[in-house]
Protein backbone atom coordinates (compact mmCIF):
# COMPACT_ATOMS: atom_id res chain seq x y z
CA UNK A 1 0.00 0.00 0.00
CA UNK A 2 0.89 3.42 -0.88
CA UNK A 3 2.21 5.39 2.21
CA UNK A 4 1.41 9.46 1.24
CA UNK A 5 1.53 12.26 3.76
CA UNK A 6 -0.06 15.34 2.18
CA UNK A 7 1.37 18.78 3.93
CA UNK A 8 -1.09 21.71 3.96
CA UNK A 9 2.12 24.13 4.64
CA UNK A 10 1.33 25.21 0.67
CA UNK A 11 5.08 25.20 -0.03
CA UNK A 12 5.17 22.51 -2.43
CA UNK A 13 2.45 21.70 -4.55
CA UNK A 14 0.76 18.70 -3.90
CA UNK A 15 1.41 16.95 -7.12
CA UNK A 16 4.86 17.38 -6.36
CA UNK A 17 4.45 16.35 -2.98
CA UNK A 18 3.13 12.84 -4.67
CA UNK A 19 5.69 12.52 -6.95
CA UNK A 20 8.42 12.78 -4.28
CA UNK A 21 6.99 10.54 -1.77
CA UNK A 22 6.66 7.95 -4.36
CA UNK A 23 10.27 8.07 -4.75
CA UNK A 24 11.12 8.38 -1.08
CA UNK A 25 8.68 4.94 -0.90
CA UNK A 26 10.76 3.10 -3.81
CA UNK A 27 14.12 4.29 -2.30
CA UNK A 28 12.72 2.81 0.85
CA UNK A 29 11.56 -0.61 -0.53
CA UNK A 30 7.83 0.22 0.47
CA UNK A 31 6.98 0.28 -2.94
CA UNK A 32 8.57 -2.17 -5.16
CA UNK A 33 8.35 -2.66 -9.43
CA UNK A 34 5.76 -4.17 -10.37
CA UNK A 35 3.23 -3.05 -8.01
CA UNK A 36 0.13 -1.38 -8.85
CA UNK A 37 -0.76 2.25 -7.71
CA UNK A 38 -4.20 3.09 -6.71
CA UNK A 39 -6.31 4.27 -10.04
CA UNK A 40 -6.16 8.08 -10.17
CA UNK A 41 -9.83 8.46 -8.96
CA UNK A 42 -8.84 6.20 -5.60
CA UNK A 43 -5.84 8.25 -5.00
CA UNK A 44 -7.75 11.42 -4.99
CA UNK A 45 -10.16 9.70 -2.66
CA UNK A 46 -7.69 8.80 -0.39
CA UNK A 47 -5.93 11.55 -0.31
CA UNK A 48 -9.00 14.17 0.05
CA UNK A 49 -7.43 16.16 -3.33
CA UNK A 50 -8.85 17.17 -6.47
CA UNK A 51 -8.63 14.36 -9.34
CA UNK A 52 -6.56 16.95 -11.91
CA UNK A 53 -4.07 16.89 -9.07
CA UNK A 54 -3.65 13.02 -8.90
CA UNK A 55 -3.86 12.57 -12.43
CA UNK A 56 -1.04 15.63 -12.45
CA UNK A 57 0.96 13.33 -10.13
CA UNK A 58 0.81 10.25 -12.19
CA UNK A 59 1.67 12.23 -14.89
CA UNK A 60 4.81 13.38 -13.76
CA UNK A 61 5.82 9.97 -12.66
CA UNK A 62 5.09 8.42 -16.11
CA UNK A 63 7.70 11.59 -17.36
CA UNK A 64 10.04 10.49 -14.93
CA UNK A 65 9.80 7.10 -16.11
CA UNK A 66 8.88 5.89 -12.57
CA UNK A 67 5.39 4.01 -13.19
CA UNK A 68 3.77 3.12 -16.60
CA UNK A 69 -0.12 2.93 -17.32
CA UNK A 70 -2.27 1.48 -19.20
CA UNK A 71 -6.09 0.99 -19.55
CA UNK A 72 -5.90 -2.98 -18.89
CA UNK A 73 -2.90 -3.11 -16.61
CA UNK A 74 -3.96 0.28 -14.73
CA UNK A 75 -0.52 2.33 -12.72
CA UNK A 76 2.75 -0.14 -12.67
CA UNK A 77 6.13 0.64 -10.55
CA UNK A 78 8.45 0.04 -13.36
CA UNK A 79 11.79 -1.67 -12.97
CA UNK A 80 14.75 1.29 -12.19
CA UNK A 81 16.24 1.75 -15.81
CA UNK A 82 19.98 1.25 -15.79
CA UNK A 83 20.07 5.16 -15.93
CA UNK A 84 18.37 5.24 -12.92
CA UNK A 85 20.68 2.92 -10.64
CA UNK A 86 22.85 4.77 -8.16
CA UNK A 87 20.18 7.30 -8.48
CA UNK A 88 18.38 8.44 -5.55
CA UNK A 89 16.49 5.53 -6.66
CA UNK A 90 18.71 3.16 -5.57
CA UNK A 91 18.47 0.61 -2.94
CA UNK A 92 22.01 1.86 -1.00
CA UNK A 93 21.71 1.41 2.71
CA UNK A 94 22.90 5.40 3.04
CA UNK A 95 20.18 6.20 0.66
CA UNK A 96 17.78 4.60 2.78
CA UNK A 97 18.85 5.97 6.02
CA UNK A 98 18.66 9.55 4.14
CA UNK A 99 15.06 9.09 2.79
CA UNK A 100 13.62 8.01 6.08
CA UNK A 101 15.44 10.75 8.15
CA UNK A 102 14.08 13.39 5.54
CA UNK A 103 10.41 12.38 5.69
CA UNK A 104 10.71 12.43 9.76
CA UNK A 105 12.16 16.22 9.57
CA UNK A 106 9.51 17.00 7.25
CA UNK A 107 6.93 15.34 8.96
CA UNK A 108 8.01 17.74 12.05
CA UNK A 109 7.42 20.58 10.01
CA UNK A 110 11.33 21.91 9.09
CA UNK A 111 11.81 23.53 5.47
CA UNK A 112 14.46 22.37 3.26
CA UNK A 113 16.23 25.58 4.41
CA UNK A 114 16.36 25.17 7.87
CA UNK A 115 17.57 21.74 6.93
CA UNK A 116 19.84 22.72 4.62
CA UNK A 117 21.30 24.91 7.30
CA UNK A 118 21.36 23.03 10.13
CA UNK A 119 23.03 20.49 7.60
CA UNK A 120 26.07 22.63 6.56
CA UNK A 121 26.83 23.59 10.29
CA UNK A 122 26.90 19.99 11.32
CA UNK A 123 28.89 19.16 8.71
CA UNK A 124 31.20 21.94 9.28
CA UNK A 125 31.54 21.25 12.62
CA UNK A 126 32.54 17.32 11.57
CA UNK A 127 35.00 18.38 8.86
CA UNK A 128 36.60 20.65 11.89
CA UNK A 129 36.60 18.46 14.69
CA UNK A 130 37.93 15.72 12.22
CA UNK A 131 40.65 17.78 10.66
CA UNK A 132 41.91 19.23 14.55
CA UNK A 133 41.93 15.78 16.22
CA UNK A 134 44.69 13.88 16.78
CA UNK A 135 45.00 10.85 14.33
CA UNK A 136 45.87 7.43 16.54
CA UNK A 137 48.45 5.48 14.45
Known amino acids: MINIVISDNGKYPIYRQIIEQVKQNLANSE ?12 LAEILQINLGTAARAYLGLKKEGIVGA ?5 TVIL ?3 KSHQGSSLGQRPLNIIINKSLIEI ?4 YTPEELEESFTLQITRWKYLRETSPTTG
Do not use: A, I, Y
Open 106 to 109: FRQG
Open 70 to 74: NTRRG
Open 31 to 42: LKPGEHLPPVRK
Open 79 to 81: EPS
